[in-house]
């Protein structure tokens, strides 16, 4: 009867894996879903994909079945697009059709529907078109926001002086200087390096990446649904973004008590008198709880992705010592040492633009966007994509397109430089995503890096405390992020 019972088991088994390939395969193939390897029932396509490298295996999937395909990520299925044409195709030409932010638990159950990053439909609209007045207001792409950021650059300096060239761990220095420069704007106060619970908030933010890009992380995105109810390091990353958003509860709170509506002195103070306008519209997309939400999607949006960039091109550049030099001299030439970079430097400096340029493209520091979908069924080249699947634009394959950059997996910052020395533009450099779900920090990011970096060669050099040859460029987790190896660096007056 025991032998009756595992046969009865097999055969069960043997059937629904029959009965998921024929489903499959009436569903794929021209006119309708994308083509893609065959899914098992519940597990999907986890034996095609590695989860701590999911943009790496979905480029392999995209070189054996083409530009757009079909992966099943669990029981879900999503549909991949591999390559610039593609892409721009979705999330440029046909933006309204591809708008719309993807199937992601993580978010979802973070924000539940709120905020501007994890959010969809017409309250998404409404706040994001708010926040990116408001942040102009406060000066985003103008002048008063580079001013900020050479200030910040000073505490900057002052930190990097303090280590008086002994080896040192960078990545909560340029947390907190990249951070201070968002928070200015959104809680209208910088904070100081050495703040015990600004650090910790550093410390979240920080974790909240290396959590989502970890092994845990990406199966989560994959059976959210089961993970929901297992114990597991999966669930502490909630308690990184409750610690968060206490933190910016706090901050809403002071804000309330000191607000004058005639003078708004931060993006708060005015989501706060976008409330009150509102206060007799039950439907009003502006309430306390996506005040806090989207306050946060700001704080760590305009934190994280930064620093990790800057980090990660420290990196690059100890690596690559000559090409550090090369920047040195260009700033010498241009700039001195006597006043600061700015803005205006950039069109000047076409080698340092080629690096910073350089950098983002190598990094490819979220390989695959934040997923989107459609919302409807959806005709795209000779398939039809369902209401409601969700949609990968690997941006990690546009950027490391050989068509386009010559060796796409070695840092060279000639890949941005005509033959005659002037800067190259290419319509391939994505590192922001592209269409209405661009980034909408990222005129402010560029600033950033442009400056941060220059500002850092201008003052040091910097040194790898091993040989150049022995640092790993690697990420150590490649998920929703590329996260950079742990370094520390000697920062060399000049």
């Known amino acids: 009867m025991e032998l009756l019972g595992a046969a009865t088991v097999v055969l069960l088994i043997c059937i629904a894996c029959l009965l998921s390939l024929a489903s499959w395969k009436g569903k794929s193939g021209k006119g309708k879903m994308p083509p893609g390897p065959t899914p098992l029932p519940i597990l999907g396509n986890l034996l095609h994909v590695r989860p701590n490298n999911l943009a790496k295996t979905l480029e392999k999937l995209g070189e054996e079945y083409g530009p757009v395909f079909t992966v099943h990520l669990g029981s879900d299925p ?223 949006a305009g934190t994280e992705t930064t620093s990790t960039t800057i980090r990660y091109g420290l990196l690059l550049l100890l690596k690559h010592p000559k090409i550090q030099e090369k920047v040195q001299e260009e700033i010498d030439q241009v700039i001195g040492r006597s006043r600061k970079p700015c803005v205006a430097d950039r069109t000047q400096m076409p080698y340092t633009d080629a690096v910073v340029h350089e950098i983002q493209r190598f990094i490819s520091l979220i390989p695959l966007a934040l997923p989107h979908t459609v919302t409807k069924d959806t005709s795209f080249r000779e398939y039809i994509i369902p209401k409601g699947t969700t949609i990968y634009p690997v941006l990690s394959s546009v950027l490391h397109d050989s068509k386009e950059f010559a060796n796409p997996y070695e840092f060279n910052p000639e890949h941005f430089l005509n033959k005659n020395g002037t800067f190259k533009k290419s319509n391939f450099f994505m590192p922001f995503s592209a269409g209405k779900r661009i980034c909408p920090g990222e005129g402010l990011a560029r600033m950033e890096i442009f400056l941060l970096i220059a500002t850092i060669l201008q003052n040091f050099t910097l040194k790898s405390i091993v040989d150049p040859q022995e640092l790993s460029i690697t990420p150590t987790l490649s998920g929703t992020g590329n996260v950079p190896p742990a370094y520390q660096l000697c920062a060399l007056p000049r």
């Open 78 to 300: 999503v549909v991949v697009l591999h390559g610039h044409d593609v892409v721009k195709e979705a999330l440029v030409d046909r933006a309204d059709e591809f708008a719309a932010r993807g199937h992601m638990p993580i978010g979802e159950r973070a924000n539940n529907g709120l905020g501007i990053i994890f959010s969809n439909n017409e309250p998404w609209l409404q706040v994001r078109r708010f926040a990116l007045t408001t942040l102009r207001n406060f000066g985003m792409g103008k002048r008063s926001i580079e001013e900020r950021i050479q200030e910040e650059s000073d505490y900057l300096l002052e930190e990097i002086n303090k280590t008086k060239g002994t080896p040192f761990d960078p990545t909560f220095m340029l947390s907190c200087s990249v951070s201070n420069v968002i928070c200015s704007i959104v809680f209208g106060k910088r904070y100081d390096y050495k703040d015990k619970k600004f650090l910790a908030l550093m410390n979240n933010m920080n974790n909240i990446l290396q959590m989502m890009s970890s092994h845990w992380g990406q199966l989560y995105q994959m059976f959210s649904k089961i993970m929901d109810y297992l114990p597991g390091p999966h669930n502490k990353i909630f308690e990184e973004f409750d610690a968060l958003k206490a933190f910016v509860a706090e901050e809403v709170k002071l804000h309330q008590a000191s607000l004058d509506p005639n003078s708004p002195q931060d993006f708060i103070d005015c989501f706060l008198s976008k409330m009150q306008e509102e206060k007799d519209r039950p439907d009003s997309s502006f309430h306390l709880k996506n005040l806090i939400t989207s306050t946060f999607d700001l704080f760590i």
